[in-house]
């Protein structure tokens, strides 16, 4: 069964760094792609961008470009979204799926972030 | 970036009743470049349809997508009480592969 496991909701101050994570299991892990998908409080999916977990080939979207970093460490199966300098408008559910031919197939639960002085 | 508009963005409508909703892009989409996806409340969204017209696993066959290029459709034949959701539409045809702003379906 293919699971998507992220890591538990966050709360941070802005300008503090954060590193959440999405572990992949019940599939070859790297021979996919894993995207993330921002979800802003009461608003629609935004597709942030992919990583392919074979060689961490990756994709972002100009609107997260320089604003996110996402990695991959195949050797357990993981995908990280990571920011160094958290903001206020950086709250919102940040979901990681599996992306293949172009769509997002499973996805995690969904990570909470929650950014507040 | 290619851009997803999703009509209407709200639809009150009966269990029982059939519903068709409305992605336009844009620019030029590859059908085999359009998916739409269904999310309830406090869930994460859920793959229905791929290739435009392809269910995904264990999606019921009231659900079915169509059209090609720019216009492009998802139709609930006979609308169930859990089916009462947002649906997103996205494309794969040029990175960012962007998503609709969504359709929420509401009950009556």
């Known amino acids: 069964e293919v699971q998507l496991v ?10 503090e760094s ?3 994570s999405c572990k992949g299991s019940g599939y070859s892990f790297t021979d996919y792609w894993i995207g993330w998908v921002r979800q802003m409080p009461g608003k629609g999916l935004e597709w942030m961008g992919i990583i392919y977990a074979g060689d961490s080939d990756a994709r972002n979207s100009p609107s997260f470009q320089g604003q996110v970093i996402i ?10 979204l990571q920011w160094s300098s958290l903001k206020a408008s ?4 940040y979901y990681c799926a599996r992306f293949v031919s ?7 639960q ?3 972030l929650t950014v507040s002085s | 970036e290619i851009v997803l508009t999703q009509s209407p963005g709200t639809l009150s409508l009966s269990p029982g009743e ?3 909703l409305s992605c336009r892009a844009s620019q030029s989409v590859s059908s085999s470049c359009l998916a739409w996806y269904q999310q309830k409340p406090g869930q994460a969204p859920r793959l229905l349809i791929y290739g435009a017209s392809s269910r995904a696993t264990g999606i019921p066959d009231r659900f079915s997508g169509g059209g090609s290029g720019t216009g492009f459709t998802l139709t609930i034949g006979r609308l169930e009480p859990e089916d009462f959701a947002v649906y997103y539409c996205q494309q794969c045809a040029d990175s960012p592969y962007t998503f609709g702003q969504g359709t929420k379906l509401e009950i009556k």
């Open chain 1, 110 to 112: 969904g990570t909470l």
């Open chain 1, 18 to 20: 954060l590193k959440i």
């Open chain 1, 71 to 80: 990695s991959v460490d195949k050797s357990i199966s993981t995908a990280y």
């Open chain 2, 18 to 20: 059939r519903v068709i």
């Open chain 1, 90 to 93: 950086d709250t919102a559910m």
């Open chain 1, 6 to 15: 992220q890591s538990g909701a966050e709360v941070k101050k802005p300008g």
């Open chain 1, 102 to 108: 172009g769509m997002f197939d499973f996805w995690g």
